[in-house]
C-alpha cells in the first residue's frame, strides 16, 4: 500500500520522480505475488493514520515522502504496524526510511557548480519538508567550504510542482538579483527554472549554470540535457519492498541511505557521457 502524503500544493500523482518510484515498487511487489493498494490522502485529516495502518485493507504500508508529518509518522511507528516511509534521515525518527543522502547529493552539485566557475549559486526548494531542507543543508555545506557568501535573498521557495517554480522565476527583478548558478532541490524544479530563465532571455547554461536532484527518465532528454543527482529510483523501489516483506515478519529494520550519484549534463556547462 502505498500512500504519498498530500500537503497543500505537494507533488501531485502525476509527478514524474513518483511515477517512476512507485512503478518500481509495483514491479517488486508483482515479483513477490503481492497486488498494490495505492491511496492518496489528505495530511490536514486527523484520521488518515488509522486508515493508512488499517490491517484489513493492506498487509503492509509504505508511505512516500514526510512532508510535514514527522511526529505524525513518529506516533504511527509507536504502534508497530508494519510501515515503510520513503524520505531523509531525521535524528529523532523512530520509524524505519529508505532514501539517497539528500545533503551529500546536493553538495557534489554545488561543488560541481563552483568548479565550473559559478560564484552567485542560489537554492531552490522548499525548505518546510525534510528532504529539501537536507539538500539545503548540503548547499550551505559547499557555499562555506569555497568561501562564498550564503545570500538569503538566493534562496527560493518553492513547491514540487513546475507551475510554482515557474511562478517564482517570473518574479524575480533579474536586474538586481543577479545569480550564475542555480541548484534546485528536483528536476521538475530544475527544467521548469530552466524553461522560466530561457523565456526572459536568460541562456542556460552559459548565463546560468543549473543542476537538478531525481535523475528521472527525462531528464537525460531535456533541453539542455539536465545535470542532476542520481537518487537511483529502481533501487529505491525493490529495497522499500524488500524491508516492508522484513516488517510484516516481524523484523527489526534499521533506516537504509543510498548513495547519490552525481550525473554531468550538459545544462551545468560542463558535459560528460551517461
Not at 163 to 180: G, P, Q, S
Not at 248 to 261: F, K, Y
Amino acid at each position: 500500500m502505498v500512500i504519498p502524503i498530500d500537503a497543500k500544493q505537494q507533488q501531485p500523482i502525476s509527478d514524474p520522480f513518483f511515477m517512476e518510484l512507485l512503478g518500481a515498487i509495483a514491479d517488486a511487489l508483482n515479483a513477490r505475488g503481492f497486488d498494490l493498494l495505492l491511496s492518496r490522502v489528505n495530511a490536514g485529516d486527523r484520521h488518515w493514520p488509522d486508515a493508512a495502518l488499517d490491517s484489513s485493507r493492506a498487509d503492509g504500508t509504505i508511505i512516500i515522502g514526510q512532508s510535514s508529518q514527522h511526529e505524525t509518522l513518529n506516533r504511527m511507528a509507536d504502534t508497530g504496524a508494519p510501515m515503510v516511509v520513503w524520505g531523509g534521515r531525521l535524528p529523532d525518527q523512530r520509524y524505519s526510511t529508505i532514501g539517497c543522502d539528500n545533503e551529500t547529493g546536493a553538495l557534489e552539485a554545488t561543488k560541481h557548480l563552483i568548479a565550473q566557475g559559478r560564484k552567485r549559486i542560489a537554492f531552490m526548494g522548499h525548505r518546510g519538508w525534510p528532504e529539501v531542507e537536507l539538500r539545503y543543508k548540503g548547499y550551505q555545506r559547499a557555499l562555506e567550504a569555497a568561501g562564498h557568501e550564503i545570500d538569503p535573498d538566493l534562496v527560493f521557495d518553492s513547491r514540487f510542482t513546475s507551475e510554482d517554480a515557474h511562478r517564482v522565476i517570473a518574479h524575480l527583478d533579474l536586474k538586481t538579483l543577479a545569480f550564475d548558478g542555480l541548484v534546485a532541490a528536483s528536476d521538475v524544479l530544475a527544467m521548469a527554472a530552466i524553461n522560466a530563465l530561457q523565456a526572459r532571455g536568460i541562456h542556460v547554461p552559459k548565463d546560468v549554470a543549473i543542476t537538478g536532484f531525481d535523475d528521472i527518465a527525462l531528464a537525460t532528454w531535456y533541453n539542455p540535457p539536465l545535470t542532476t543527482v542520481r537518487q537511483h529510483i529502481l533501487q529505491g523501489g525493490r529495497l522499500l519492498v524488500d524491508l516492508m516483506m522484513s516488517k510484516i515478519a516481524g523484523e527489526a529494520i534499521a533506516p537504509l541511505m543510498m548513495t547519490p550519484e552525481l550525473v554531468v549534463r550538459a545544462s551545468s556547462g560542463a558535459h560528460q557521457a551517461d
